[in-house]
């Protein structure tokens, strides 16, 4: 059982070593996967994870050690360890704790933890596993086969201590479960899937209704057809656009910036995107996948307009990567137990447009709806970007055969400035997401 008294205590050992600063987070994980096919239990796994990391600081020395023995003698001996690493080390004068003037003063409860995942048994999980995948089994008969279905659960608590004087703890859970049906006709088979995750074992959408949109869109796949070369307009569901926002999230994080490795390095104030585009990263909103009280580092979260009509407004920063590029952190500190803290989102998402989604499809005389984005080929440099691409061919408005086997290429800067409609049908299913988008022109690699 973890608790602020070994924060307290590792801290104070921490001192008498005579380290200048340190910070550590305590970290209790109880995790419980369940996965099944056709019917039959395939996998359980279970894991009750303890996990203490270390960070020192020796004038502007640092290093993070971690581990998972809470004896006396080990967090003594940890102590110990990280503080010879630490005077190893080169002096970095962007190294150190924030302020404690800027830690958390408030530890606001942001309903991110469900007493009900205490009572949630392995049978449970596994009935609605099961559930999901008859469903999907069910609902046409060219449903032939399953890839399996999972139910997972987690419950956490968070405690986090810094010789700055800042305590603070908070608790959360997160629930999911997928299905992934195979249909097969004539012309082959295909595959694909659906999900759902959430913070509370009642938001989660029903066992039944995962199945069945997972079978619609395993099934919309079948009769695939390849198309040839050409430029076309490109409209991105709200999964796909999710994975190119999270590619372009990448690109704001202070790593990125200070190391020169981002297309977006000096175009704060700079129209980066088109005017429809608004983004925000906001870690405060209650009972969000992203939230969380305060970050890696002790500062609160908060709300960061990124992208205002079009215009880059802020980065995603840490304290440390804040000191690199001369500016204030963003309170997106984001610290594994076994890590330094990085600069990450928390809830991050593009702003909901006035377009129901089948408006956006309509505005297409000929182009790509694309639900499937495969492979990774994008250089944040650059912004070059090329990913392999499974949907639809629109015609005069219309979503008319799926398509598949075909690659779509830009350059994510012209991609940004090329987004002409932004749909209403924002979900937050997952901590980084956004609507459907439609940009003007794409190229479209096919036979």
């Known amino acids: 059982m973890i608790s602020r008294q070994i924060v307290e205590e590792v801290l104070q050992e921490a001192k008498r070593k005579g380290a200048t600063e340190a910070d550590l987070v305590l970290t209790e994980n109880e995790l419980v996967a369940t996965q099944v096919r056709l019917g039959e239990t395939e996998t359980l796994r279970s894991a009750k994870e ?3 990391g270390l960070r020192l600081f020796f004038d502007k020395r640092s290093a993070t050690s971690s581990t998972s023995d809470l004896s006396t003698e080990s967090l003594a001996r940890l102590v110990e360890d990280t503080a010879v690493l630490a005077k190893a080390i080169a002096r970095d004068e962007c190294s150190g704790l924030p302020p404690t003037e800027e830690c958390a003063k408030n530890i606001p409860d942001l309903n991110l933890y469900d007493s009900d995942g ?28 399953s890839e399996g279905a999972e139910f997972a659960s987690n419950l956490y608590r968070i405690i986090y201590g810094s010789s700055q004087g800042f ?15 195979i249909a097969s006709s004539e012309d082959g088979m295909q595959r694909d899937h659906w999900y759902s995750r959430a913070r509370h074992l009642g938001a989660l959408e029903s066992p039944e209704a995962v199945g069945k949109r997972a079978a619609e869109r395993t099934l919309r796949r079948l009769g695939a057809r390849k198309i040839k070369t050409q430029e076309v307009p490109v409209v991105f569901d709200p999964e796909t656009a999710t994975n190119l926002l999270r590619i372009i999230c990448g690109a704001l994080c202070g790593p990125a910036l200070y190391r020169g490795a981002s297309f977006l390095v000096g175009k704060l104030g700079e129209r980066i995107a088109a005017e429809t585009v608004s983004v925000y990263d906001d870690g405060t909103l209650p009972g969000y996948l992203g939230s969380k009280p305060f970050d890696g580092e002790g500062l609160p979260t908060r709300r960061n307009t990124i992208v205002e009509n079009g215009v880059l407004r802020s980065y995603l920063l840490d304290s440390y990567s804040a000191r690199k590029l001369g500016m204030k952190p963003t309170g997106n500190a984001s610290r594994g137990a076994g890590d330094s803290p990085t600069a990450w989102p928390t809830n991050f998402y ?8 089948t408006e956006i499809i309509r505005s297409v005389d000929a182009g790509l709806y694309v639900t499937e984005l495969i492979g990774f080929g994008v250089n944040l440099v650059t912004g070059d970007y090329s990913q392999g691409a499974v949907g639809f061919w629109i015609e005069k408005g219309e979503l008319t055969y799926p398509v598949h086997e075909i690659t779509i290429a830009g350059n994510l800067k012209e991609m940004l400035l090329g987004i002409e409609m932004v749909g209403n049908d924002l ?3 997952q901590s980084v997401v956004a609507p459907t988008v439609k940009l003007r022109r794409m190229t479209v690699a096919g036979h």
Do not use: C, W
């Open 50 to 52: 303890v996990r203490l």
């Open 118 to 145: 205490e009572t949630l048994t392995v049978k449970d999980q596994l009935d609605r596993a099961k559930a999901a995948e008859t469903a999907a089994l069910s609902s046409d008969s060219r449903i032939t086969n």
């Open 167 to 181: 305590l603070g703890e908070y608790r959360g859970s997160t629930f999911s479960l997928a299905v992934s049906p």
């Open 350 to 357: 593009l702003q909901s447009g006035p377009h129901e989604p």
């Open 427 to 429: 979900s937050f299913r």
